[in-house]
């Protein structure tokens, strides 16, 4: 058996004691769940989705319990190119890791255009603030920065590097190609930000 497929199993006894009939109202929570999911750029928790689908937190527990196990292809389902995986106390949908390869090289070959001044505002907060969630982000830019962020991301700028404790917020840091791209050796180097500032500092109060 396989890791996802112990995995799947294992989920699924913790939530059934048994056999049981998919109902057209799981299958119809199944699905609810999917669509929300699909959407979220956080990890959502139980409770999270149970209030965005209108369902018991039980019965959300055992759909994504189904859901895993028939993205995994367990009981004879297709394995997808993604899976449903808990991070942080939450779920959300990833690309399986064999796959990374794949999709980077499908990001860098479709978006090859230099990064827009969105993108390059966005950037310069994370490099300055890292770790740093992203509604903090948004709080600093004044504008969403989810899309921006996922562009980020799949360019191999920025990377997921833990969860904030107190809103277990998913944190976002920069990687080692920003450090080639930019011909450092470390974030050491970058230089002060307070010359660049107007005259409020917009949230970099402690990097200037």
Known sequence: MTADATTASSARRAVDDGPRHRTDDDRATARALEAVLLVADEPQSLLSLAAA???PTAEVRR???????DFDGVDGTRRRGFELREVG????????EELDPVVRDFVLTEN???????ALE???VIAYKQPITRSSIAQIRAV???SVVRTLVGRGLVTESSTDPETGALTYETTDLLLTHLGI???DELPLISPLLPDGSGGF???I
């Open 53 to 55: 689908v209108g369902r």
């Open 63 to 69: 759909a994504v319990a189904d859901l895993v196990a």
């Open 89 to 96: 106390g939450g779920w959300r949908f990833y690309v399986r």
């Open 112 to 118: 090859p255009s230099r990064l827009s001044q969105a």
């Open 122 to 124: 966005t950037l310069a």
């Open 144 to 146: 969403n920065v989810d």
């Open 185 to 187: 050796a470390s974030l």
């Open 205 to 207: 109060d402690d990097v």
